[in-house]
């Protein structure tokens, strides 16, 4: 075997609050022992996959990688720990790592009836009931949503590219939008007048998020190729053909 991606984890910020022992073990103790499974079996390169929350709440926008991770979850302190333990293997034990940060990943297949549900399946099953949605804050929250198409490219030039052992990169769009916007968008998609509800803030949360993808752009030879409103079409798409 000769490059890993890895790309498993418990990846919810809710389910981190509920039981971060389980998100822990999962995302921490797992990185581990698949980095030194990999170590142990000779594999040259090992892509991992990061999240955006590492940066937690600072203010600076866009989120450059030299920023200070400042995680406001266990979700995130776990994202970060498993970089840290990439870059540690990269150093001392000669496999080579990278750290993708995903912003806000969105595609088919994502399960809209989960009580974790990524909040892009979940407003489209709701938009499409006729439901009301359930907006944690006031909507004017922004995040820079990423398809899946987008990252996918991004981990496959990750496994070649040369040069980039111990590094952490941003993997997103460059854009950001609010989840105000983002209902609109898939009103308009739909064909349908959402109705919102507005609830408090869920704590752990991120305000706004907004991504540097110069790194990807210069080292990888990233570029997005599927915009939000592309990719909010062929997810509803999809989760309409499901029934």
Known sequence: MEVVLHEAAIPSVARSLRDPVASNHANVSGTVTLLNAAHEAGVRRLVYAGSSSAYGNTP??????????????????????????????????????????????????????????????????????????????????????????????????????????????????????????????LGEILAVTPRVRYLPPRPGDVPHSLA?????????????????RQGLRKTADWLLSQG
């Open 212 to 228: 540097d993808i110069s790194k990807a752009r210069a080292l990888l030879g990233y570029e997005p190729e599927v915009t939000l």
């Open 60 to 185: 600076e926008l866009p989120k450059v990688e030299t920023m200070s991770g400042n995680p406001r979850s266990p979700y995130a302190v776990s994202k970060l720990a498993g970089e840290l333990y990439c870059r540690v293997f990269a150093s001392l034990f000669g496999i080579e790592t990278v750290c993708l940060r995903y912003f806000n990943v969105f595609g088919p297949r994502q399960d809209p009836s989960s009580p974790y549900a990524a909040v892009i399946p979940k407003f489209i099953r709701l938009l499409a009931t006729g439901i009301e949605i359930p907006v944690e804050g006031d909507g004017t929250q922004s995040r820079d949503f990423t398809y899946v198409a987008n990252v996918v490219q991004a981990n496959l030039k990750a496994m070649i590219a040369p040069g980039v052992s111990g590094e952490t990169i941003n993997v997103a769009c460059g854009e950001r939008f609010t989840l105000n916007d983002l209902i609109r968008q």
